[in-house]
């Protein structure tokens, strides 16, 4: 048998038994799982590792040797990746809140100006469309598409009502907040169904992943026993 054909069906039955030890979680917990799930993280961890220190660390820390004036900034930065080693020296724990806080102040900037700009303005500008069939182009598509927007539009609000948190209201402003109680409900209602289909999405991916898996099992680690002449 060819080298290229064995080194083939080495990369065939590890990848087989590993998945049959991932797949043994059905029977439980057991020691065979937790092996390939140690595997499958310490792989990983090393692997992105070893990406973070051959496409990050290293022409940093080498642009920085190299021209020192112009690679300033890298120095401050790896100055505050060491002060994060600190926290396991009880002396200096506390000099690790600095980059620690730093991280937590730009993760929720990025995160609420992704949020805005990447959803809620984008979102909101998608409401401002015309109601009136004919403004696309009328006939039956033309109030199809109209009905479509004026359903995107009631979702909008509905879900922003059901974040609307007021208290007991009297006189003439108790209708309204009635109203926005109703659209609340119905936005919360509209909140399960996009969660269920996000769930039901995932569970779709799931069985896909796992229906592959299943198709390699049977077709290539088992039929490479034929190659064997088992």
Known sequence: MPLANIGNLI???IAGLLTLAVLSYILGDNPVYRLAQHLFVGIAAGYAAALAWNHVLAPRLTRLVQAPAEAWPVALFALLGLLLLARGWRPLAALSGIPLGLLMGTGAALALGGILTGTLVPQLAASFVPLAPAAYGGGVMGWALALDAAFLLLCTLAVLAAFQYHRAARGSLRLWYRGVQAMGRLGRLVMMVAF??????????????LQSRLA?????WLGSLAELGL
């Open 11 to 13: 990369g065939i039955w």
């Open 216 to 220: 390699f099992l049977v077709y290539e």
């Open 196 to 209: 269920g289909a996000i769930l039901a999405g995932a569970a779709l991916s799931f069985f896909t992943i």
